[in-house]
C-alpha cells in the first residue's frame, strides 16, 4: 500500500486489517511455561469463591492433586497453587530458594521442616 503524500485512504476490505479487531497478546513469561509443563488446570480469574471447587487433576511434582491459580494482576509478583494431600498419605519433599506460604483450608496434619547438612527436623501440626 502506498503512503507517500499523494496516496489516496482507502479503507481496508477484510475484517483482519479493520481498526480495533487486533488483538495484542502477552508472551508467556518463563513462569507460564513452567505452569504449563506441569500439565495440570491453571485458574486464571479475578478471584476465587471457594478453593475447594477448583478442578484437580494428578501433579506428579508434588505427589497430589493440584491446580495453579493465577488471579489477574498478580502475573509476574507471586505464584499460588492448590494442592491436595493424599488421605493418610504424604507430598513429595521440596526443595525452596524462596519463601513459601501455606495456608490449610480443611483437614488435619503435619508437615516436617529441615535443612540440607542438619538432621533435625521441625514438625508443625495443623487442623
Known sequence: MDHGPT?????????KT??????FLRPKTPYDIFMEEQE???YREIGVRR????PRKPWKRM????TFIQLLGTEGLWGCYL???PGAGA?????HLYEELYLVVEGRGSTEV???GNGKKLTFEWQ
Open 91 to 95: 507430598l513429595n519433599a521440596e526443595k
Open 7 to 15: 496516496a489516496k485512504w482507502q479503507e481496508p476490505t477484510d475484517q
Open 83 to 85: 494442592v491436595e494431600v
Open 51 to 54: 478453593v475447594q471447587d477448583l
Open 63 to 66: 505427589g497430589g492433586n493440584g
Open 114 to 116: 529441615w535443612t540440607e
Open 40 to 42: 495440570i488446570p491453571i
Open 18 to 23: 479493520k481498526a480495533g479487531y487486533g488483538k
